[in-house]
């Protein structure tokens, strides 16, 4: 056979292999995505595309970002998220997978939605434990401060142009700049209850004061606001430092498909949902407990309230119902407790600075004050 002649049958060869490659290579890439799209929820595009998100985003993608807790409840979680990425926020969250079947881990759609998803070691840590390890990760990565929003809410900016994001992280550089001893910041907080939806924490401060991890859920956040009082740091809420700045939050009873492209519509339908009264508030974690999780956490809260009255020498009556005023209340176990000796050595430095590194009272001694 001639050269030209090689030629000739080689080319089309060539080509046709060439064209085969070519087809496989496409149809691995088809089918190896990480997920259907023609499943995902239309609903969870950002809906408030308004004026200065995009800068807010790249300057806080470097020193912080915003965490959410997730323990139990995959479908709550998703309604949330709904929320959550409409306003902007997928880039700058990461979700703390404390679930006990660590599903959000090769979750495909979650994961296109946030930045990062973090397993916990091990999981059904509590949260004060949560907390803390939020605070880590933050002063690890040296961000300048870190916001902790609830996995059962649902944000919404001021208005149908504005973009949630963007309200916040320029409302933060607001109260850097003209509170320069805040310690937290709150977004959506109701004073005398300490209740709380989207909280920014100082991270220099957080290297100070940790959660008390002998208070396992409620109460936790009434001491440790209080102990970041004692410290000098201020409790900054937006409110006043950002007027025309109308944030909403909305508590999650149960699992809904938000019409997060109609504004007024979504609005109107967190209002009614959060205003129905034949669900619990707590009904969709209490429903995703098993029995052993039940007693557990009942049992730890119960022994959490008796410790915490014990640390700030509350009166018998307190039922935990509300938070104390701590702030000019007697410092933390000022009081000797008469149920344990005299300890030999040195007394260990005062709570107010780092609560989680020791103990006054035992196990026995907390079991006692419950059944009493």
Known sequence: MSHDGKNAFIRP??????????????????????????????????IQRGGPAAAHQKQADGHSALFILYSWNYELLRTALQAYVAAGWGPHTIIIDNSSDRRLVDD?????????????????????????VIADIAMERNYTYYLWGHSDIAVMASNATALHSAEVLGCMERIMSQE???????????????KDHLQ????????????????TVYFSDCDYYSRVLRDGWKLASYTDHCPGVDLK?????????????????????????EAKQDINRNAWKIEAWS??????????EKSSLAYFKQKWNLSDDYNGFFCPDLEHHSQPWTTPDPHRPPRKEAPAPPWCTRSSMGTVQTMQDLIADIRA
């Open 200 to 215: 920014a924490t100082r991270t220099a401060m957080a290297r100070d004061l940790q959660y008390d991890t002998f208070i």
């Open 291 to 300: 029995r052993g999780e039940d007693a557990g956490w009942n049992n730890w």
């Open 180 to 194: 320069p001893s805040w310690g937290l910041a709150f977004f959506a907080h109701e004073g005398v209850n300490c």
């Open 108 to 132: 495909h759609l979650v994961n296109e939605l946030v930045r990062e998803i973090i397993p916990t070691r091990p999981s059904g840590l509590s949260f004060s434990q949560l907390q803390n």
């Open 13 to 46: 060869c060539f080509a046709a292999c060439a064209l085969c490659v070519g087809i496989f290579v496409l149809h691995r890439f088809w089918t190896s995505q990480p997920c259907d799209h023609r499943n995902i929820d239309i609903r969870l595009r950002p």
């Open 249 to 273: 939050t909305f508590d999650l009873k149960q699992p809904l498909e938000l019409p997060v492209d109609d504004y007024s519509s979504m609005e109107k339908l967190l209002k009614r949902e």
